[in-house]
């Protein structure tokens, strides 16, 4: 069984760009999570999306953002970029269940200049 | 609000020593709860989760954990660490009536020295 998939694994941006970080969750879950790890401040919930909806967001500014498509995949779109968002942003699926767990990707390390 | 509190940032043993990782959570609610490992320059792996079952839960790769509710620990052990044990552990609770997202700790480095 295929596992969570991140694309790309690193991306170089500078600042005030747009970045575009994708994922592919295991095949038959339905919910995707997004989470940033940033050196010092550990692991941060983002976003939850599940049957395509955004279900919850955690404390990040509204230019973070994203989207879940039909087949399940999920886009984090991250704009105007700034240094302090360098980061490994690690994409995990589950079943919609909530005692279901999540299943973590490899992680997009995205490097703003 | 739920938090975990994973004490001690680097944990050392010598290889065939036990491995003890200390987890305490808060929460409002019976939680559940979920050790991951993190190899350098790759994601989370699942160890072992607890949601509301068996009090002593057995993982992947010989750890277990135990869930205690009057300590409000979920600590993690494993009898006899190998070299390979060595990387970084996260405790995780997320609330079962909740929004499903994870809130870990600040993570636990093992260290193993042969």
Redesign the interface.
Known sequence: EAGVTQSPTHLIKTRGQQATLRCSPISGHTSVYWYQQALGLGLQFLLWYDEGEERNRGNFPPRFSGRQFPNYSSELNVNALELEDSALYLCASSLSNSNQPQHFGDGTRLSIL | AQSVTQLGSHVSVSEGALVLLRCNYSSSVPP?L?W?VQYP??????LL?Y??AATLVKGINGFEAEFKKSETSFHLTKPSAHMSDAAEY?C?V?D??G?????????TRLLVSP
């Open positions: 559940y979920f991951y320059n790759q994601g989370l792996q699942l989760k949601t509301s996260f995780a997320s079962p009536t929004f499903q997202k994870l809130v870990f700790g600040t993570g």
